[in-house]
């Protein structure tokens, strides 16, 4: 294995939607009436290199394919201690939000 820094900028290259609550466990996210629908996708950064990543911030349109995106990290789930888990995931760069 080889350290590699990644890009904090990419674009969506696909997505789907999570429209219904996934399978708990794993799943540790929002249950019940808090859960809404969110974006998953591939997330092509500059070097050929593809991760996969939650998608926030796409408006009622949703993402499209090859929307420019940038890393940020976002609350995930509040656990039974009160303490909030984040995660990381892509929103649209200024230029492309909205």
């Known amino acids: 294995m080889d350290l590699r820094l990644l890009s904090r900028t990419g674009t969506v ?9 996934p399978v708990s466990p794993p799943y ?4 019940g009436e808090e859960f809404e629908r969110y974006y998953v996708g591939y997330v092509e950064l500059p070097g050929d290199l593809r991760v996969e990543s939650r998608l926030v911030g796409m408006g009622d349109a949703g993402p499209h394919i090859g929307q420019e995106v940038e890393l940020t990290i976002v ?3 509040v656990t039974d201690d009160g ?7 892509f929103a649209p760069t200024g230029a492309d939000r909205g």
Request: cysteine-free.
């Open 13 to 21: 290259w696909t997505w789907t939607s999570q429209e219904f609550q």
């Open 83 to 89: 303490s909030r888990r984040m995660t990381f995931a």
């Open 28 to 31: 540790a996210g929002p249950t």
């Open 75 to 77: 609350p995930f789930a």
